[in-house]
């Protein structure tokens, strides 16, 4: 856009020196003659714009008229790296001193200048605009490298936090059942206990069963808070990173789309997991392994796929397959095993058979 403008300054210039000449057909072809090479030169490449200057040059060394429109050759010839094109216009100077009076000589070396300094002012201009543009985009790429990294720490702190969550969880309801358990059941004992060689007492046999029936209570409200932590702190996508972290026998790719699984799914989709992973590296040898977890609808689905072509016989493989089998069965799901191209073990539960 800079050097269109910077074009019709010239063209107006020039124009301008015309227009103090008698008028002339070749007044009008000249400028028409220049628009046309000036607008090639714009949008072809390689040689060829060297090519139409040199000839704009030669045309006016014969029609002393093309000469006024000269700057805007200059203008364009300014772009050639090479000397000679660059400055392929002086040879026609000394046909435009023997065909024009000082007058115009002055006013067409004058405006060739002005259209170096346009040119030099123009490429000038584009390098820092180019340069800031660079600048802006190194900002805006860095600026997202810094936000995808800052929301990777936040997923990871996220995930550490919800980690050392889930631990804790398990150590509370460890020492809950190791310890307070522990104690409620021998004090339970205990006062079974004492009942019976208090038979003959009413009163305090009364007693010591409403202590018993307190402490069986409480017994059970402890068991129940130390399943529902120790549910809690099932973590189904956690773990099966933990496996593959551990898993080193070659690749393993984990797809994980489900919400909050039902910790009886949770726990039998886990151990299916490790049960394949230690399969493929004692009867496979596959150089690759993937595991999707997917929420449909109506089930949720867990598929093991490796891409090894070895087996071990069904002898030998057969119990770990068998124990997958009983565990879906178990939650009233579909358990298929495919062979061929690699290894795939295709698991699907329907939700309602958890209901």
Not at 312 to 324: E, H, P, Y
Request: some cysteine; charged content about 20%.
């Amino acid at each position: 856009m800079q050097k269109l403008i910077d074009k019709l300054i010239l063209l107006g210039l020039c124009v301008l020196a015309l227009s103090m000449t008698p008028f002339a057909l070749v007044s009008v072809i000249a400028p028409l003659a220049v628009i046309a090479v000036s607008s090639l030169n714009s949008y072809l490449e390689n040689r060829l714009p060297i090519y139409l200057c040199a000839s704009y040059v030669v045309i006016c060394m014969f029609v002393p008229e093309f000469a006024f429109f000269l700057p805007l050759i200059v203008y364009d010839c300014a772009h050639f790296e090479n000397p000679l094109p660059r400055f392929c216009w002086i040879a026609a100077l000394p046909f435009i001193v023997i065909a024009h009076n000082v007058f115009f000589i002055t006013a067409i070396v004058l405006f060739s200048a002005v259209a170096f300094l346009l040119h030099y002012k123009t490429n000038v201009q584009l390098k820092i605009q180019g340069d800031y543009f660079s600048l802006m985009d190194d900002a805006k790429e860095r600026a997202a490298h810094l936000e995808r990294r800052n929301r990777e720490l936040m997923e990871k702190q996220d995930y550490e936090v919800r980690l050392a969550t889930l631990a804790e969880r398990n150590r509370i309801a460890r020492e809950i059942h190791d310890n307070v358990g522990h104690l409620l059941t021998r004090s339970i004992l205990q006062i079974s206990a004492l009942r019976v060689v208090n038979t003959s007492e009413g009163k305090q046999s009364e007693e010591l069963d409403l202590v018993r029936d307190t402490l069986s209570e409480a017994m059970d409200s402890i068991r129940s808070s130390v399943h529902d932590l120790r549910d809690e702190s099932v973590d189904l996508k956690m773990r099966l990173d933990s496996m593959i972290d551990k898993f080193t026998f070659c690749p393993v790719k984990l797809n994980y789309n489900a919400d909050d699984l039902p910790v009886e799914i949770k726990i039998c989709f886990a151990s299916i997991v490790r049960e394949a992973l230690s399969n493929i590296a004692k009867h496979s040898n596959a150089a690759e392994a993937a595991v999707t977890v997917t929420e449909h609808p109506a089930f949720f689905q867990l598929v093991i796929t490796d891409n090894g072509t070895v087996r071990a016989s069904k002898a030998d493989r057969g119990i770990g397959l068998q124990n997958m089998t009983d565990r879906i069965d178990a939650l009233g799901g579909i358990f298929r095993v495919e062979s061929g191209k690699g290894f795939r073990i295709f698991i699907s539960v329907p939700k309602g058979e958890l209901a």
